[in-house]
C-alpha cells in the first residue's frame, strides 16, 4: 500500500486501523495473535496491511485498509496482486465505515456487514474444493413426508430448476411466489437438500415471523433434511452450532450482531414480502448468503421494496405459481360459500378502514342471539354437507376452523358450539389463541385427534396454520385487507387425500367475499376482480390497501387496551406494562431464571419454555402476544420485555439506530462504489437534521463538497430524487 502524505488531520488511515482491528475483534480475530493476523506484511515490495491466517497458518484473505473518505472499492487493483503473492483467496477492503468482500475468482467486490470469521472463510475454501454443478444432483421425483410417499409436482420441479439456473448465474437472491397449500416449506427443503448435497450450503438460516410458522418449518427439516442437525433459536438461548437455524424475525432483530455476515450460506425467509421494512431488514441484509424469499402474497401486493431487495423487476417474482392454475390443476382444493346464511353486516353499515376498535365492532353488531344464530346456521349445514366435501371423512362435520374478532367473542361461539354438542362434554370446540394454557397442545390435538371437531381463533390460525383436513371456515368477523382475507381463505385449500377431500365451504356472515368480489367460479386473486361494489368491475385495490406487513391487524396500535385471558378482559396498556414491571421486579428478587436474564446469561431452552408458560397464568396472562401490542412493540420478544421491566433494556441511540438501518438500506442496493460513498456523505446530514432534502445539497456544509453536482453526475437529477426520496422513507422516517 503506498501511504499518503499531507493527510487531514482525524482521518489516517492508523484512525481506520483502529475501527478495521475492533471490527475483527467483534468476528472473533485477535489482531495481536500472530497465528491469526499478521498486520503490516512486507513481500517482493509490496506491502499488506492485515493477513488473515487458517489454523493451518496459510493465508485466507488479505485486508487493504483506507482511511475514512476515501472509497475502499478505489483499492481494488491495488490489493489483487497482494492476495495472489500470498496464496490468499479472499480480499476484504474497508476504511472502517464500509467493508468490502471480495471473492476475486468468482464475483466482484461487494458491500457487507461485518468481517468473516476464520470458521466462516475456512468453509468457504472447503466447499469451493467441494462443490458440485447442481447439474450432477437429480431433481427428485418424489419423498416420504411424516411416512407418506408424495410426489414432487412439476411447478415444484420447475421451481427447482429455475433456483438452480439462477445460483450457477450467481444470482445471490431469488424470490419464489406460491399460493397457501401448494407446498413452499416441502419445497424449500427439497431444494436445501440439493443445495448441501451439492456442496453449495453448510450452513443455513430460515425466518419466519410467527411461532406457528416456526414450529411447522422445524417440523419439516426434521422430517425432510434429518441428517443435517437444526434447532430453534430462540430468545435469551444460547446459539447451537447446528446446520439449520430456525429463528422469529423478532428474535434475529435482537441477536444478528452475534453472528458473522459470513456465517451462514442460506438465509430463507418465509413470507419475505414482511421483512423488508426498517428494523426487520437489518436481520435480513446482514447476512452476506444466498437469499430465497418465499411468499403466498400475490405479487399485485408486494411492496416494491421486496422485488429490489430480492434483485427481480417489479411484480415480476423468479418463479410464481398463479393460484388459478393451482386450482385447475388439482394442487388446491376448490371451495364454496353457503348460501343463505343470515349476514351479521347490514348494507351502509360499514367503517371506513382497518382502524376500527374490534370489541367495539363486537358489541356493536353481535350479541347472544346473532352469535347463537351464526353457529346454528353453520353447525346444521356443516353436519349436512360434510360427506359431500369429503367422503371418507368419519367424524361429522369434519375440522373447522371459526375466526372471530376478539378472545371474548370466540370464547362465547366456542361456547354455543358446545352447548349444541353436548355429547362431547366441552370437547366439541375449542378456543385457540395465545391467553390458552398449552395452545400447542390444543393445536396438535386438533392436527391429529378426533376432537376438538371445531378451532374457534382470533389472529392466530389465520396465517401460517396448516391442517390438511379443514373442511370448514367460518368468518366470524369482518376483513378489509387483501392479504389477510386470501390467507384466512388459504387455511382450506389444502389437499387431503386420506379423506376425500373434494372441496371446502366458507361460511362468510360478514360477507368479506362480496366485498373482494369473490366467488368459487370468479376467484379472488388480487390480480383481477375484488374490492367493493363501487369496484365492481374489478381492478387493482387502491394503494393505501396495499400495505401489509403480517403484523396483527392495524387497531392494535390504535386502541388503549389489552384483551387477555380466555374471557377477553380489556386492560389497559398502562396499567398492563405496570403490573408487568411490578411483577418482574418482584419475582427478580427469588426467580433463579429471570436472576439469569438480569445477569445477561444464556437460558437453556427448557428454562425459556418454562419461563414463558409460568408467565401466561391466569389473571394476568402474560405472554409476547400481549406484551407486544402494551409496549406497541411488534418486534419485542419476552426477554427484550423482562429486560425492559427490569431497567437494563439497551436502549439504542438514534443515531446508532439510523447507522444500522442506513447500511442494512445500503446492502439492498445495486450501486457503484462512488454511489455508495456519496450517500454515507448525505446519511451524515440526515442523522443531523432527521432527513435529507434536495436544497441541502446546494448549502453548506455539503455545497462545500459540491455535492449536488456529484449527485447528479452519479444518478441523474431525477434518480437522486429518488434515492433521497428512499433513503428518508426507509432509513429515516422509522427512528
Not at 406460491?178 to 456442496?199: E, S, V
Not at 393445536?443 to 378426533?450: G, L
Request: charge should be negative; proline fraction near 5%.
Amino acid at each position: 500500500m503506498t501511504h499518503e502524505h499531507n493527510k487531514p488531520t482525524g482521518s489516517t488511515e492508523a484512525d481506520a486501523r483502529i475501527l478495521i482491528d475492533q471490527l475483527l475483534r467483534q468476528a472473533g480475530w485477535d489482531p495481536s495473535d500472530k497465528s491469526q493476523v499478521l498486520t503490516e506484511q512486507s513481500q517482493d515490495g509490496t506491502r499488506t496491511d492485515y493477513v488473515l491466517l487458517a489454523q493451518n497458518g496459510r493465508p485466507l484473505a488479505i485486508i487493504e485498509a483506507k482511511r475514512s473518505g476515501i472509497d475502499p472499492y478505489s483499492a481494488k487493483q491495488q490489493a489483487l496482486p497482494n492476495a495472489k503473492k500470498r496464496g490468499a483467496p479472499f480480499i476484504f477492503l474497508s476504511n472502517g465505515e464500509l467493508i468490502y468482500f471480495w471473492d476475486y475468482t468468482n464475483d466482484d467486490a461487494r458491500i457487507v456487514g461485518s468481517f468473516f470469521s476464520r470458521r466462516d472463510l475456512e468453509r468457504l475454501v472447503y466447499m469451493r474444493k467441494e462443490r458440485k454443478p447442481l447439474a450432477t444432483i437429480p431433481i427428485p421425483v418424489d419423498y416420504l413426508r411424516q411416512g407418506e410417499a408424495r410426489s414432487v409436482r412439476p411447478y415444484q420441479q420447475e421451481a427447482m430448476r429455475a433456483l438452480d439456473h439462477a445460483v450457477e448465474l450467481g444470482k445471490r437472491r431469488f424470490l419464489i411466489e406460491l399460493p397457501t397449500g401448494t407446498g413452499k416449506t416441502d419445497l424449500i427443503c427439497l431444494y436445501l437438500k440439493r443445495l448441501f448435497q451439492a456442496g453449495r450450503a453448510e450452513r443455513v438460516l430460515f425466518l419466519v415471523d410467527r411461532e406457528q410458522l416456526a414450529k411447522q418449518a422445524l417440523e419439516a427439516i426434521q422430517d425432510l433434511l434429518n441428517q443435517y442437525p437444526a434447532y430453534w433459536l430462540k430468545p435469551g438461548v444460547v446459539r447451537a452450532e447446528k446446520q439449520i437455524t430456525v429463528c422469529l424475525l423478532q428474535t434475529m432483530i435482537g441477536r444478528y450482531r452475534e453472528f458473522t455476515s459470513g456465517y451462514f450460506d442460506v438465509v430463507v425467509a418465509d413470507e419475505c414480502h414482511r421483512s423488508i421494512y426498517g428494523a426487520w431488514q437489518t436481520a435480513l441484509t446482514h447476512f452476506d448468503a444466498l437469499h430465497i424469499g418465499l411468499t403466498a402474497t400475490p405479487a399485485e401486493y408486494i411492496d416494491r421494496n421486496t422485488y429490489k431487495f430480492y434483485h427481480c423487476k417489479p411484480g415480476q417474482p423468479d418463479f410464481s405459481l398463479p393460484i388459478l392454475s393451482a386450482f385447475r390443476d388439482g394442487y388446491l382444493v376448490p371451495y364454496k360459500f353457503a348460501t343463505g346464511i343470515t349476514e351479521i353486516l347490514a348494507e351502509g353499515a360499514d367503517v371506513d378502514d382497518e382502524h376500527y376498535d374490534p370489541a367495539e365492532f363486537e358489541r356493536k353488531w353481535t350479541n347472544e342471539d346473532t352469535n347463537r344464530l351464526m353457529m346454528e346456521e353453520f353447525d346444521r349445514l356443516a353436519h349436512q354437507n360434510y360427506l359431500e366435501l369429503a367422503p371418507a371423512q368419519k367424524t361429522a362435520p369434519g375440522k373447522a376452523i371459526v375466526f372471530a374478532i376478539t378472545k371474548h367473542h370466540a370464547t362465547r361461539l366456542a361456547q354455543y358450539l358446545n352447548e349444541l354438542h353436548p355429547e362431547y362434554k366441552g370437547r366439541y370446540a375449542e378456543v385457540i389463541t395465545s391467553d390458552v394454557a398449552d395452545a400447542d397442545e390444543l393445536i396438535r390435538k386438533f392436527k391429529r385427534e378426533e376432537l376438538p371437531q371445531v378451532a374457534v381463533s382470533v389472529g392466530m390460525l389465520d396465517t401460517g396454520f396448516d391442517c390438511r383436513e379443514v373442511l370448514h371456515l367460518v368468518m366470524a368477523r369482518r376483513v378489509r385487507s387483501p392479504i389477510l382475507y386470501q390467507q384466512m381463505r388459504g387455511r382450506g385449500t389444502r389437499t387431503c387425500p386420506k379423506i376425500g377431500k373434494q372441496k371446502f365451504v366458507i361460511y362468510d356472515f360478514f360477507g368479506n367475499h362480496k366485498y373482494f368480489n369473490d366467488s368459487d367460479t370468479d376467484i379472488f386473486t388480487g390480480t383481477a376482480g375484488g374490492g367493493q361494489s363501487s369496484r365492481a368491475s374489478g381492478g387493482k385495490p387502491e394503494a393505501t390497501e396495499l400495505v401489509e406487513l403480517g403484523l396483527p391487524d392495524d387497531w392494535l396500535e390504535q386502541v388503549h387496551y389489552v384483551e387477555v385471558g380466555p374471557q377477553g378482559e380489556r386492560v389497559d396498556k398502562k396499567d398492563y406494562v405496570t403490573n408487568w414491571e411490578e411483577t418482574i421486579r418482584q419475582q427478580a428478587q427469588s426467580d433463579p431464571v429471570i436472576q439469569k436474564v438480569r445477569d445477561d446469561q444464556p437460558l437453556t431452552e427448557e428454562e425459556e419454555q418454562e419461563l414463558a408458560e409460568r408467565l401466561n397464568q391466569p389473571r394476568y396472562y402474560f405472554n409476547e402476544d400481549n406484551l407486544r401490542n402494551a409496549y406497541r412493540n411488534p418486534v419485542g420478544n419476552l426477554i427484550d420485555f423482562i429486560k425492559a421491566a427490569l431497567g437494563l433494556a439497551k436502549v439504542k441511540s438514534r443515531e446508532e439506530t439510523l447507522d444500522e438501518n442506513f447500511h442494512a438500506w445500503l446492502v439492498t442496493k445495486n450501486l457503484t462504489p462512488d454511489q455508495a460513498q456519496y450517500l454515507i456523505l448525505l446519511k451524515n446530514r440526515g442523522i443531523t437534521k432527521g432527513k435529507v432534502e434536495m436544497q441541502d445539497l446546494f448549502a453548506p456544509p455539503l455545497s462545500i463538497l459540491n455535492a449536488g453536482q456529484l449527485g447528479v453526475e452519479l444518478f441523474g437529477e431525477q434518480g437522486l430524487r429518488e434515492i433521497i426520496s428512499d433513503m428518508n422513507e426507509s432509513v429515516f422516517a422509522s427512528a
